[in-house]
T-cell receptor, first 109, second 113 residues
Framework: GQNIDQPTEMTATEGAIVQINCTYQTSGFNGLFWYQQHAGEAPTFLSYNVLDGLEEKGRFSSFLSRSKGYSYLLLKELQMKDSASYLCAVLDSNYQLIWGAGTKLIIKP | DADVTQTPRNRITKTGKRIMLECSQTKGHDRMYWYRQDPGLGLRLIYYSFDVKDINKGEISDGYSVSRQAQAKFSLSLESAIPNQTALYFC????????????FGPGTRLTVL
């Protein structure tokens, strides 16, 4: 079966750095996405990785290791507005997105 | 104006009623999707369409049907709503040249009593 695992919840402090991990087992791989979702709102696109390595975009970075079936999202200089759920999703061999359950990130002052 | 819109945004209905959720997009995308989201679970795909007249079942299509009336419109129907269909429903779109990035509508919160 297809499976994406990420922690259910994480807590971090404003101004700090947090890393959210995602491991996956899917039938094929055509890329990995990270989305941000504030409570009750739509998911919004953050990043896309298809090759191994680190992609940096402002305060957010995403890393991929295809051989390990592993990715992480790194958030720096945390702000209160970063409190949200972060969804990991893998594009499988049929070009369908398989979604993780999401990691709820709580930022404390 | 939002690129992907959904109507209604909130709906409360009773068991056995027929419900239609509408999705429209102005992004010119050919592919459209319907998902439901339940607390503690990931987004689950209900139906998807790669073009007008193309309809494909997703992971949890039982109890739902869809219609792709035009490239810009994709509607989801619950023929006879039941309480376990209470959920947050999202429409999403993507197109060639977008590297399969999906863009979501604001969601419809449906409650079935």
């Amino acid at each position: 079966g297809q499976n994406i695992d990420q922690p259910t919840e994480m807590t971090a402090t404003e101004g700090a750095i947090v890393q959210i991990n995602c491991t996956y087992q899917t039938s094929g791989f055509n890329g990995l996405f990270w989305y941000q979702q504030h409570a009750g709102e739509a998911p919004t696109f953050l990043s896309y990785n298809v090759l191994d390595g680190l992609e940096e975009k402002g305060r957010f970075s995403s890393f991929l290791s295809r051989s390990k079936g592993y990715s992480y999202l790194l958030l720096k200089e945390l702000q209160m507005k970063d409190s949200a759920s972060y969804l990991c999703a893998v594009l499988d061999s049929n070009y369908q997105l398989i979604w993780g359950a999401g990691t709820k990130l709580i930022i404390k002052p | 104006d939002a690129d992907v819109t959904q109507t209604p945004r909130n709906r409360i209905t009773k068991t056995g009623k027929r419900i239609m959720l509408e999705c429209s997009q102005t992004k010119g995308h050919d592919r459209m999707y319907w998902y439901r989201q339940d607390p503690g679970l990931g987004l689950r795909l209900i139906y998807y369409s790669f073009d007008v007249k193309d309809i494909n079942k997703g992971e949890i299509s039982d109890g739902y049907s869809v219609s792709r009336q035009a490239q810009a419109k994709f509607s989801l129907s619950l023929e006879s709503a039941i309480p376990n269909q209470t959920a947050l429903y999202f429409c999403a779109t993507t197109g060639t040249g977008d590297a399969d990035t999906q863009y979501f509508g604001p969601g419809t919160r449906l409650t079935v009593l």
